[in-house]
T-cell receptor, first 116, second 112 residues
Framework: GAGVSQSPSNKVTEKGKDVELRCDPI?????LYWYRQSLGQGLEFLIY????????KSGLPSDRFSAERTGGSVSTLTIQRTQQEDSAVYLC??????????????FGPGTRLTVL | GESVGLHLPTLSVQEGDNSIINCAYS??????FIWYKQESGKGPQFIID?????DKRQGQRVTVLLNKTVKHLSLQIAATQPGDSAVYFC???????????FGAGTTVTVRA
């Protein structure tokens, strides 16, 4: 079956530009997560969706970051006025139910963002 | 603050030998742990998980051990194969929380 997909796989942008990253979760998965992985580092939690609602946005690094989810499926992570420190791999995961211990999180391949 | 860390950033293993990857966690309230494998250019792949009411769990060629007394987690890979070369992350969560806290990872290289 299809796994989590993300697009684009790579994105190079200039400092100050806005970018949108897309995530298509596994069909039927109600929970969706965004993480950020900097070079050589572990994953940093950004935001969690249950359905179309985001109960926890506390991981978003600044107000330049926002995310939405529509139809309980596709999610978009938007970064406004990108900065060089935003360069990282942005990973999306989904699970069949909310809560890490109730549903294994399955990850997509990530979007590698490079801000010049 | 709480963190999940790994003892060694790199591990080189001879093909066919057993691998042991270690992870230390600092939050005694953590009750669910997961090991992920990440190959180059790919997202993390679930390997095995364990809840805090267990001290050992086995999968196919993998075993996870949990020692809550010293807050230590390990992943054992039997008969390591070239395809096992990857970065391995342990992750923890508390009370069914959706947030996974990841360590920095251990890079495993399998020598032929």
């Amino acid at each position: 079956g299809a796994g989590v997909s993300q697009s684009p796989s790579n994105k190079v942008t200039e400092k100050g530009k806005d970018v949108e990253l897309r995530c298509d979760p596994i069909s039927g998965h109600t929970a969706l997560y965004w993480y950020r992985q900097s070079l050589g580092q572990g994953l940093e939690f950004l935001i969690y969706f249950q359905g179309n609602s985001a109960p926890d946005k506390s991981g978003l690094p600044s107000d330049r970051f926002s995310a939405e989810r529509t139809g309980g499926s596709v999610s978009t992570l938007t970064i406004q006025r990108t900065q060089q420190e935003d360069s990282a791999v942005y990973l999306c995961a989904s699970s069949s139910s909310g809560g890490a211990s109730r549903g294994t999180q399955y990850f997509g391949p990530g979007t590698r963002l490079t801000v010049l | 603050g709480e963190s999940v860390g790994l003892h060694l950033p790199t591990l080189s293993v001879q093909e066919g030998d057993n691998s042991i990857i270690n992870c230390a966690y600092s939050n005694s309230a953590s009750d669910y742990f997961i090991w992920y494998k990440q190959e180059s250019g790919k997202g993390p792949q679930f390997i095995i998980d364990i809840r805090s009411n267990m001290d050992k769990r086995q999968g196919q060629r993998v075993t996870v051990l949990l020692n809550k007394t010293v807050k230590h987690l390990s992943l054992q890979i039997a008969a390591t194969q070239p395809g096992d070369s990857a970065v391995y992350f342990c992750a923890e969560t508390i009370g069914g929380d959706y947030k996974l806290s990841f360590g920095a990872g251990t890079t495993v290289t399998v020598r032929a």
